[in-house]
């Protein structure tokens, strides 16, 4: 959770202190647009790999196309895994 201080600032976080989130910020600040979109899909590729990574220990033996339909429907939810699955069945 965060705290917005006024509508123009970042929200600050509640578990860090003023100094730190200071620090944060300004570090943010000098990776400019194309660092911080860097950093932002670094950090989406680590998500979704932990994500498939534990649906594999979940699921020992499940083929890719399992895990595949078992991401989308933690991620996304069950309607769409089904319907990608009837899509995936229907070729």
């Known amino acids: 959770m965060a705290i917005r201080l ?3 600032e970042a929200p600050l976080p509640t578990d860090t202190s003023p100094e730190a ?3 944060q910020e300004r570090l943010f600040r000098e990776m400019g647009p194309a660092g911080r979109m860097r950093a932002a899909l670094d950090l989406s590729e680590a998500v979704i790999e932990e994500v498939r990574r534990s649906l594999e220990r979940l699921h020992p033996g499940a083929t890719r196309r399992e895990i595949d339909l078992a991401f989308i429907e ?3 939810g069950a309607d769409l895994a089904r319907e990608v699955a009837d899509h995936l069945r229907d070729r």
């Open 6 to 8: 006024r509508p123009h």
């Open 74 to 76: 933690t991620c996304y």
């Open 21 to 23: 989130a200071a620090v």
